[in-house]
């Protein structure tokens, strides 16, 4: 499965081999590449979204009124 794939196309993938699978009505060969096509379907997005993620920042106000940025959840203040 190519990087080049969109996070949509792999989604859309994955949703097509889950929903073979769902049907049980299919060869033991054609589910096993269902399902191989569904995890590395599921591989890609999770890659994909972990790439997003780290480019996200949460702007962040301090006391003296000025504005920082810091990683997607990080939860310093938390706790």
């Known amino acids: 499965m190519p ?4 996070f949509e196309q792999a989604l859309k ?21 269902s399902f191989e096509a569904g995890v590395q379907s599921a591989n890609l997005c999770r890659k994909k979204l972990q790439a997003v993620e780290a480019r996200i920042e949460t702007l962040t106000k301090n006391s ?16």
């Not at 990087?3 to 969109?6: A, F, V």
């Not at 993938?13 to 590449?33: F, H, W």
């Not at 000025?66 to 203040?77: A, I």
């Open 3 to 6: 990087d080049k794939m969109t």
């Open 13 to 33: 993938n994955l949703e097509e081999a889950v929903a073979r699978l769902e049907k049980g009505q299919i060869p033991l060969e054609e589910a096993l590449d």
């Open 64 to 79: 003296d009124g000025s504005f920082t940025t810091e990683p997607f959840g990080d939860n310093k203040d938390q706790g």
